[in-house]
């Protein structure tokens, strides 16, 4: 079974922190994605990544980066938390060309305070 | 215009009837759409995937696709409790394999 990670479950922080995600694949995908999900708005993509080192942005990148050192891992940095940084936060991969299923971590609820 | 439309719902359901789910979206070069399911805290996961027009069956499962109409729909047959969950939709984003557009997901509640 592919198992996507997530470092954290639940996590606070206060305003102004920095705050790292964690992801990991075991999957060897390409493609690996951070999402946050909140009440009435679905998954809004922050960033995807196609290949190490190679980031894109999504459609709500503002406030957020990322990092992608290794193949199997994909972290996301709130670079200065806020409040409306609250939010689910949902790390998904797939495959590359030809398999486009994305599969989700467990997701980190996080509360900036 | 949303990108990816569904219903929010709730759309309450008897037990053992039959759920229709309906998702529109607006990219006419996409070419993959995936329903997922969402328990309450959890994360979503796969329950069906459609690349081609018209049905494709999976268990109780039925996913519709009309890409002239830019519609694609979920049928839940034999409804159970444990279908209640919020289900979205989702379409690959024109051409880019593995990026997503979800909708914002319809809640299904079955009722015994």
């Known amino acids: 079974d592919v198992k996507v990670t997530q470092s954290s479950r639940y996590l606070v922080k206060r305003t102004g922190e920095k705050v790292f995600l964690e992801c990991v694949q075991d999957?060897?995908?390409?493609?690996m994605f951070w999402y946050r999900q909140d009440p009435g708005l679905g998954l809004r993509l922050i960033y995807f990544s196609y290949d190490v080192k190679m980031k894109e942005k999504g459609d709500i990148p503002e406030g957020y980066s990322v990092s992608r050192e290794k193949k199997e891992r994909f972290s996301l940095i709130l670079e200065s938390a806020s409040t409306n940084q609250t939010s689910m936060y949902l790390c998904?991969?797939?495959?590359?060309?030809?398999?486009?299923?994305?599969?989700f971590g467990q997701g980190t609820r996080l509360t900036v305070v | 215009q949303k990108e990816v439309e569904q219903n929010s719902g709730p759309l309450s359901v008897p037990e053992g009837a039959i759920a229709s789910l309906n998702c529109t979206y607006s990219d006419r070069g996409s070419q993959s759409f995936f329903w997922y399911r969402q328990y309450s805290g959890k994360s979503p996961e796969l329950i069906m995937f459609i690349y081609s027009n018209g049905d494709k069956e999976d268990g109780r499962f039925t996913a519709q696709l009309n890409k002239a109409s830019q519609y694609v729909s979920l049928l839940i047959r034999d409804s159970q409790p444990s279908d209640s969950a919020t289900y979205l939709c989702?379409?690959?984003?024109?051409?880019?394999?593995?990026?997503?557009?979800f909708g914002a997901g319809t809640q299904v509640v079955v009722t015994p």
């Open positions: 998904a991969s797939s495959p590359g060309q030809g398999g486009t299923e994305a599969f």
């Open positions: 999957m060897d995908h390409e493609n």
């Open positions: 989702a379409v690959n984003r024109g051409r880019s394999w593995g990026k997503l557009q």
